[in-house]
């Protein structure tokens, strides 16, 4: 059985007879930190499934990366980390993220990922996998003001910056 943060959680919403109930509603908070622009980055964010209050933590980094790059490796992983399809309600601080995910992305897409301005889209994999994960779940935007002393947003920042000083201290 899939449960919902992964394979093997043992939290899944299957109904009798194993048929799958209504979609999962989860909170995702991410955050991502970087150090220079480029330089090393992290990410981090939190899961929290509504019905069970379950909350499930993670973050990495990067040596070389930049921040939009960060903020877009927090969501990617948040969602992939979902064990089956979810009614996610996402929230960031980033309006790159939120924006290119809400509004920008259809657009790029039908343009063969050119911006307006016919210049190739940055970040490109990260969105082409932003795009799988938001065919899958179903997701809604909420950005918050960063370092606004919202609990959540302020732990994936923690996350987030705790991965990118332990890449840092270990000198990799």
Same mark, same amino acid.
């Given at each position: 059985?899939?449960?919902?943060?992964?394979?093997?959680? /043992?939290?899944?919403?299957?109904?009798? /007879?194993?048929? =799958? /109930?209504? #979609?999962?509603?989860?909170?995702? *908070?991410?955050?991502?930190?970087?150090?220079?622009?480029?330089? @090393?980055?992290?990410?981090?964010?939190?899961?929290?499934?509504?019905?069970?209050?379950?909350?499930?933590?993670?973050?990495?980094?990067?040596?070389?990366?930049?921040?939009?790059?960060?903020?877009?490796? =927090?969501? +990617?992983?948040?969602?992939?980390?979902?064990? #089956?399809?979810?009614?996610?309600?996402?929230?960031?601080?980033?309006?790159?993220?939120? $924006?290119?995910?809400?509004?920008?992305?259809?657009?790029?897409? #039908?343009?063969?990922?050119?911006? =307006?301005?016919?210049? @190739?889209?940055? $970040?490109?994999?990260?969105?082409?996998?932003?795009?799988?994960?938001?065919?899958? *779940?179903? +997701?809604?935007?909420?950005? +918050?003001?960063?370092?606004?002393?919202?609990?959540?947003?302020?732990?994936?920042?923690?996350?987030?910056?705790?991965?990118?000083?332990?890449?840092?201290?270990?000198?990799?």
């Amino acid at each position: 059985m899939s449960g919902l943060f992964g394979k093997s959680d /043992g939290d899944g919403d299957e109904g009798a /007879g194993g048929e =799958a /109930g209504p #979609k999962p509603l989860v909170e995702l *908070h991410t955050d991502g930190a970087c150090s220079g622009n480029p330089g @090393p980055g992290g990410w981090g964010y939190i899961l929290i499934h509504r019905a069970t209050g379950k909350r499930r933590e993670a973050s990495g980094a990067e040596k070389e990366t930049t921040n939009n790059r960060m903020e877009l490796q =927090a969501v +990617i992983e948040g969602l992939s980390a979902l064990g #089956k399809p979810s009614s996610v309600d996402l929230y960031s601080d980033s309006q790159y993220v939120l $924006n290119g995910l809400r509004e920008w992305m259809e657009d790029w897409k #039908k343009r063969g990922w050119r911006t =307006a301005a016919k210049k @190739p889209v940055k $970040n490109r994999e990260f969105w082409e996998r932003l795009d799988e994960l938001k065919r899958k *779940h179903e +997701i809604r935007f909420h950005w +918050i003001k960063g370092h606004n002393e919202h609990p959540e947003n302020e732990r994936a920042d923690q996350l987030a910056v705790m991965a990118r000083e332990a890449l840092v201290a270990s000198g990799r």
